[in-house]
């Protein structure tokens, strides 16, 4: 996990904009090929609020998710 929090950590460029699940994870993909590192990057970004989930998944307690 820590690859992706790291500041020299590749940026998306997305920009403020909303992203898909999908795009999150291809980003965080391209730093590490563990899936459970990149679980728990997106659960961390979700606990920590710099991620917040829209759609579908508006609401729902991330122990519902994970």
């Not at 997305?14 to 730093?31: A, D, H, K, M, N």
Request: charged residues 20%.
């Amino acid at each position: 996990m820590s690859a992706a929090s790291n500041a020299s950590a590749p940026q998306a460029g997305f920009e403020g904009r909303p992203v898909t699940l999908l795009e999150l994870v291809t980003v965080i993909s391209e730093v590490t090929d563990d899936e459970g590192e990149i679980v728990a990057t997106v659960a961390h970004l979700l606990r920590s609020g710099r991620v917040r989930l829209m759609g579908n998944f508006r609401g729902i307690a991330l122990d519902e998710l994970f």
